[in-house]
C-alpha cells in the first residue's frame, strides 16, 4: 500500500481526493494523510514516516510549497514530491524542480492525469528504496568523468544510505529549447508543463535545468529509443508553438544532443553540509550535452555507437565527422530524421 500525503490549505481538495479514490483507499491500494500547510505536513512526516509521495500546493500560509521542497530535500532524499497547483508559470515550475519536484500538476485537476503522475513517482520511489537496499554494503564507487577514473571513498558504511551511488546503463537527452524563458511568457502553463510532459511519457525524467536547457534521463527497456520519441514529440510540439500562438515573429526552436551508456547515478554532493543532487553523471552524460551545443536549431544529434544501435527503427543521415571536447578523436555524428 502507498501512503500519500497532500499538502493544500482548501480543504475541498480533501474531499475530492477522498471522493475520486474511495474504491482504492478500500481495497488498501492508497492510504492518504493530509496537512493544511508546509509547518503541518513536516509534522505530518515526523508521524508517518511511511510516507511514499507528497502532493503539495504552492500557495499556502505560514509555509509554501516550495519551501516545503527544500525541507523535503534536505531531510528525506528517497520522498519524491508532485506539486498540484494553480501557479503553472514557468519560474514556478523551474524552482520546484530545481528543489527537487518529480512531476508537476495544473490546477483544476484532471484526476486520471493525477493518478497516472501517483503512480509513476510512487514507482519511481519504490524502485529507489529497493537499489539503495540492494546496495547499501558497496562503499568505494567508480566515477567516470572525461574518461578519467575517480575513486570515490566512503570512509565508512553509510547508514543513511545518503551517498550510495550505482553504475547503470541509460539514455541522456539535453534539449536547449531555445528561448525557453520567452515560451513561458508568451504560452500558456499548460503548453509548457505539455512539453515537458513528452519526456515523462516515455518514462524519462527531468534530471535539471539548465538556462534555456532541460536535462532528462531515460532508464529500463529500450530507453535508447523512448529517449529519440520523446525528443522527436518535444520538437514537434516546439515547431507548432508559432502556429498555435499565432505570433509569426515568435519562431522558438529546439537543438538535441542523445547518448547512451553506462553512467554513475546517485546523489552527488556532500551529506554533512545537506546539499545533494540526485543525478546522473560520466562521460556519457557529458558527451549528450557537447553533441547538443553543437546541434543546429531543429536537430537531433547521436554518435555512431548510438546510432548502431537504433538505425533500423529511425530515420537518421550522416552529418559527418567533429571534434568534441577533451575527445582526443573525432566523433562520428548523425541526425535523427524521424
Known sequence: MAKILVVDDETDLEVLIKQKFRQKIREHKYEFVFAINGKHALEQLELNTDVDVVLSDINMPEMDGLTLLSKINEQNTLLKAVIVSAYGDMENIRTAMNRGAFDFVTKPVNFEDLELTMEKTISHVQQMRETMKAIK??????????????NFMGGREFESSLMVNETVVATVAFLDICSFTTISEKESPDTVVKLLNEIIAQGGYIDKFMGDAVMAVFR???????????????????????????????????SIGINSGEMISGNIGSANLKRLDYTVIGDVVNVAQRLQTIAKEGQILINESSYEKVKESFNCNKVGEVNLKNKSHPTMIYEVLD
Open 220 to 254: 529500463g527497456d529500450f530507453h535508447l529509443d523512448r529517449a529519440l520519441d520523446a525528443c522527436l514529440s518535444v520538437r514537434k510540439k516546439v515547431a507548432e508553438l508559432p502556429n498555435e500562438s499565432g505570433n509569426i515573429f515568435f519562431t522558438p526552436k529546439v
Open 137 to 150: 554494503e558497496n562503499n568505494i564507487l567508480k566515477m567516470y568523468v572525461d574518461e578519467t577514473v575517480l
